[in-house]
């Protein structure tokens, strides 16, 4: 049973940094991608960032890319969510997700808070 375990997350001033990290536990296939999306209240759930594990290939929402870098640890099986510059419209829940077609896992979410 692949289960995700969040860290990481909390309430920052606009400007400042955080990192989430996401470890599965459990997984079953190489051939995999991790990532996370957030949803902030009133609204609907959206793609933040993604990586393949297997080369390190990412993709990012638009209104995060050059301030968020994703990052893996494939030793470790742990994907990280580095965050600069962060704004208030960053704030939301982030849920971690863990997809091995057909199948994606999601973390429990961890809230994000950006205000001054």
């Known amino acids: 049973q692949v289960q995700l375990v969040e860290s990481g997350g909390g309430l920052v001033q606009p400007g400042e940094s955080l990192r989430l990290s996401c470890a599965v536990f459990g997984f079953t296939s190489s051939r995999h991608t991790m990532g996370w999306y957030r949803q902030a209240p009133g609204k609907e759930r959206e793609l933040v960032a993604g990586i393949i594990m297997a080369d390190g290939r990412t993709d990012y929402a638009d209104s995060v890319k050059g301030r968020f870098t994703i990052s893996r640890d494939n030793a470790k099986h742990t994907a990280y969510l580095q965050m600069n510059s962060l704004k208030p419209e960053d704030t939301g829940v982030y849920y971690c997700?863990?997809?091995?077609?057909?199948?994606?896992?999601w973390g429990q979410g961890t809230q994000v808070t950006v205000s001054s």
């Open positions: 997700y863990y997809q091995a077609a057909p199948r994606k896992y």
